[in-house]
């Protein structure tokens, strides 16, 4: 696939900027579990916050390419910044563009796309995670409003958002057309922030626990149709997954760059050991399942931008990639030998970050799941 010129622009910029405002703190956040929000308040300005909404509504106008390509390179900088940012442009951002009425859009949306607010997507509970139509969070009418009582479980950005997009029951006969979502300011009494997971990977990124109680919002909180939730969560999650794909081809991209410059610098047997045949191989096997990865997530990106269905691609992507990922790093790792093992190279920092790839928004099997489904279609 061929990229077109400016996609290659957005490209190399969001390369220098992680270059120079990610990874030479990466492992600082890492180790302090520093939130990074001035490399966010930065990314805004680029209008890496809400890459596909249009401009209209406050973000850049690009295509699902543009966005898969910088979500790679900011990967390649920071894997917590990464996933910060994909959730915030596929999630928090791509919700409320496909099913906001133009209130919405205005008060959450425009802020939302500038960056100036970040949002989050309550719908994994401590009980449900891969069943996520098996939710028990509820949302009650009172009068005017909306009461949500439930906990939600592993919140990427859940106490640092301004806004939350949550799913709840709203009919419990109805079983998964009973669920609808809602746009909720975590400023709202009874949005409570929980347990801080303490995590392998990705510690400059909050995961929380949420807690709603009698959590009180207006009715017109109500984002789509009551009872439209579950296929709100699906249909977007299926974007979400492209961009944890592309988030796995950053992070294995650098531990490849990492293993190849070590090789060229560390010696045995009288040579580098980039010279030497099984390290040589290693690296190759690692490039070539890199770039395999890569086609999958532009492919299903395309599809995307040409408004085709690529739900069984996007699984394809985010499976393929995800495990890829963890190979070529763990071999990073092999490469650098007792050093990969210790905290003074990266490979350490990204094979703890790029785990969670295989877990987060739709488990590996969940993937097999969603193609196999596909295969008897
Ligand atoms: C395991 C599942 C795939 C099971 O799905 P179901 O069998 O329960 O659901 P379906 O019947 O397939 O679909 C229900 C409904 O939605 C429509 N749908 C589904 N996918 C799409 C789509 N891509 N686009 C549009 N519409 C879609 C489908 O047609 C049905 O509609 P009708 O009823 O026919 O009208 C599923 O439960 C699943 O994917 N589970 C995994 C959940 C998951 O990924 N959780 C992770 C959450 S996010 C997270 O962990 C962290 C987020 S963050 O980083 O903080």
């Known amino acids: 696939m061929i990229l077109t010129q400016e996609q290659e622009m957005i490209r190399d910029a969001m390369r220098d900027f992680s270059r120079e405002r990610l990874a030479p703190f990466a492992e600082a956040w890492d180790r302090d579990h520093t939130f990074p929000r001035e490399a966010l308040k930065e990314l805004a300005e680029l209008g890496a916050l809400g890459m596909v909404v249009p401009e209209q509504w406050g973000g850049a106008g690009m295509d699902y390419m543009s966005l898969v390509l910088a979500i790679e390179e900011i990967a390649a900088g920071d894997g917590a910044t990464s996933t910060i940012v994909s959730v915030q442009n596929s999630l928090a951002c791509g919700i409320p563009n496909r099913y906001g009425n133009d209130a919405q859009k205005e008060q959450w949306l425009k802020p939302l796309a500038r960056g100036e607010m970040l949002g989050c997507f309550c719908l994994t509970e401590p009980h449900v995670g891969s069943d996520a139509g098996a939710i028990k969070t509820t949302a009650v009418k009172d009068g005017d409003a909306w009461v949500l009582n439930g906990v939600k479980q592993f919140i990427t950005t859940g106490r640092e958002a301004d806004v939350a997009i949550v799913f709840a029951v709203t009919d419990k006969a109805a079983g998964k057309k009973g669920i609808s979502c809602f746009l909720v300011p975590t400023t709202a009494p009874g949005y409570v922030v929980g347990r801080i997971e303490e995590k392998m990977g990705q510690k400059a990124s909050d995961t929380a626990q949420i807690l709603f109680e009698n959590c009180r919002v207006p009715a017109d909180a109500l984002l789509g149709e009551e009872g439209q939730g579950y296929k709100i969560a699906l249909s977007n999650l ?18 490849l760059e990492a293993a190849v410059k070590y090789a060229h610098e560390r010696e045995t047997f009288g040579k580098p050991i980039f010279e030497h045949q099984a390290v040589n191989f290693r690296l190759a096997d690692m490039a070539t399942q890199l770039e395999a990865a890569r086609q999958l997530v532009w492919h299903a990106a395309s599809l995307k931008d040409a408004g085709r269905p690529c739900l069984k691609e996007a699984s394809m992507a985010k499976l393929f990639a995800s495990e890829m990922a963890e190979k070529v790093c763990s071999d990073a790792i092999q490469i650098h030998g007792g050093y990969g093992y210790v905290t003074d190279f990266p490979v350490e920092r990204i094979y703890r ?20 489904r596909a295969l008897a279609d």
Do not use: F, H, K, N
Not at 242 to 253: H, V
Not at 353 to 372: M, T
């Open 353 to 372: 970050d790029v785990r969670v790839c295989q877990i987060y928004e739709g488990a590996s099997d969940i993937q097999r799941l969603v193609i196999g």
């Open 238 to 255: 299926e974007a979400g997954r492209i961009g944890i794909a592309s988030q796995c081809l950053g992070m294995a991209r650098a531990a």
